[in-house]
């Protein structure tokens, strides 16, 4: 069992490169070393030049998804020790994404995708302050999943339609979308359906479900696209249904 | 955002994988079966299209062979966008999903003049 392990990161910078190239760094391996350790070591270790980000390492901030050998991967969620067979990793930003530097990946563009869905509950009117809107547990089931998601973006880096076109809205937007349509409590879902209606919406997606094997929380995007798929099916029927009366298109 | 017309294929898409899912494995078994099974073939066979008399009868036969024409034709279609062979909309939307219509449309025609 060796000590070490190589990890061969792909650097860019912005001021002095013109272009990705790939840096080597032997770091030490042993079986509680997550791949953000790994770069934590060379940061502080060996080159204070590197730029990647992180914050809670446990799997709940969201914020240090890379690619390592090819897979979107939670940093401090992936442990060198898996990787001791292949013997080097490589370490990249997240695919899909414009980088700004080194291993940090522009994710504005998923974020302004989420918040065109409206992520939080909409109320046409609010409850008293000394009543809580209740909520059953079967209630609660119907989107808990959904509501999961840690925006960390590793579904937008598996996802080839969102690869190839990044007006659509992709996985975790319309997760969301649906993780709030589902809610009892919320109101709002005529906001959201134009967003799902759409063809950026969830009828780009042609159900390759990569998104769900890569997310770390197990929210399953795909079988929430899947469901958007319904509910728009639905939206569509019934807007037919609105036109042939005469009504405007809703 | 404009509104996409994708769920009129995806309905006849979600259809025709929902009938086949149910039905599918069990009409080819048991159509694959029917030499081994049937005594009289011919006795199978008039009782059959007398069967296909009734309009409803026709009706469903109709439904079990478009509905899933559509499903490939929709798989298919998009299939090609997933493995980027490009070309432009409407030949690849005829091709495909004029070519599940003209097949129903035979189809129906032959179910409807028996
Ligand atoms: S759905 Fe999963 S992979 Fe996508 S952003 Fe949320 S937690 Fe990450
Ligand atoms: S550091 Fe927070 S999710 Fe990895």
Redesign the pocket.
């Known amino acids: 069992m060796s000590d070490t392990i190589e990890l061969a990161v792909t650097r860019y910078r912005p001021e002095q490169d013109t272009q990705p190239w790939e840096q080597r760094y032997t770091v030490p391996c042993s079986d509680d070393m997550s791949v ?1 350790d790994a770069l934590n070591y060379i940061k502080d270790a060996l080159d204070p030049s590197l730029s990647h ?13 890379v690619m390592v050998n090819g897979e979107p991967k ?4 992936t442990f060198l020790r898996d990787y001791r067979e292949a013997g080097v990793l490589e370490v990249r930003a997240l695919d899909n994404l414009p980088v700004e530097r080194d291993l940090v990946a522009d994710i504005s563009g998923v974020v302004e995708h989420i918040e065109a869905v409206k992520p939080w509950l909409i109320r046409h009117s609010e409850a008293p302050v000394d009543t809580a809107h209740s909520q059953t547990p079967a209630q609660m089931a119907r989107y808990h999943a959904f509501s999961q998601c ?1 925006n ?1 973006a590793l579904c937008y880096a598996a996802c080839p339609q969102f690869g190839r076109n990044p007006a659509f809205l992709g996985p975790a937007a319309l997760t969301l979308a649906q993780r709030y349509n589902l809610d009892s409590r919320d109101e709002g879902s005529s906001e959201r359906m134009p967003w799902l209606n759409a063809e950026e919406g969830v009828w780009s997606c042609t159900f390759v479900g990569y998104c769900s094997e890569v997310c ?1 929380k197990d929210v399953d995007p795909a079988s929430a696209i899947n469901r958007g798929k319904v509910a728009s099916d639905i939206n569509y029927g019934v807007n037919l249904f609105r036109l042939l009366r005469g009504k405007g298109d809703a | 955002m404009r509104r996409s017309h994708e769920p009129i294929s995806w309905s006849l898409f979600g259809a025709g994988g929902m009938l086949l899912a149910f039905i599918g494995p069990g009409l080819i078994a048991s159509t694959l079966l029917l030499g081994w099974l049937v005594q009289d073939p011919q006795a199978l066979y008039a009782t059959l299209s007398s069967g296909l008399q009734h309009p409803l009868t026709r009706l469903a036969t109709l439904a079990v062979i478009a509905l899933p024409l559509y499903h490939t034709a929709h798989r298919l279609y998009h299939g090609l966008h997933d493995l980027h062979i490009k070309g432009p909309t409407w030949l690849l939307g005829g091709f495909f999903y004029g070519g599940a219509t003209a097949l129903s449309a035979l189809c129906a025609f032959w179910l409807f003049t028996l």
């Open positions: 953000l980000r992180w914050s809670c390492r446990m799997a709940i901030c969201g914020s240090c998804g939670l940093s401090c969620k840690i960390c770390p």
